[in-house]
């Protein structure tokens, strides 16, 4: 029978020894135990027979619930902070800088420094302004992620 060769390989497994040597042991020994997958009554009837061998069952779950869903809040790029770079759409010269706040907020600036022409408030602003270049198709990206408070 299934529940008896699965019986068989547990107490082989935890005491070496075939299932022939083994007799029931008086309750003045110490138990062992033995964490099985709970799945139904053939696991409730392994426990039976292995509590007579002095081992007591501990069932497990082998799909916990936490497994099922992702607790974790996704937090878009935009609204994270740390190291980031802003890519020039028209000659792809490369603007790397950090920033505490979002991205979306340091993106605002940068932005704003070009449109009102200030060079000193954005390096980037100021290549934009010095070559004559577009800011609507450059691209920012997250290098590396900081830890902060953010508002979404």
Request: charge should be positive; proline fraction near 3%; hydrophobic fraction near 35%.
């Amino acid at each position: 029978m299934d529940v008896d060769r699965t019986v068989q390989r547990k107490i082989n497994k935890y005491n070496r020894q075939s299932i022939s040597t083994l007799r029931p042991i008086n309750d003045s020994k110490k138990k062992k135990w033995i964490s099985i997958p709970y799945f139904g009554k053939p696991v409730l009837q392994l426990a039976r027979i292995l509590r007579k061998f002095n081992y007591n069952v501990a069932f497990s779950n082998l799909l916990p619930i936490s497994s099922l869903f992702n607790f974790k809040d996704f937090v878009p790029d935009l609204c994270r902070s740390g190291v980031y770079k802003i890519t020039c759409s028209e000659c792809h010269c490369i603007y790397v800088g950090q920033t505490g706040r979002s991205l979306r907020e340091r993106y605002c600036e940068h932005a704003l420094a070009y449109e009102n022409g200030k060079k000193e408030k954005s390096a980037f602003a100021g290549h934009l302004i010095d070559t004559g270049h577009a800011l609507a198709d450059s691209t920012i990206q997250l290098i590396h992620n900081m830890l902060v408070n953010v508002d979404l």
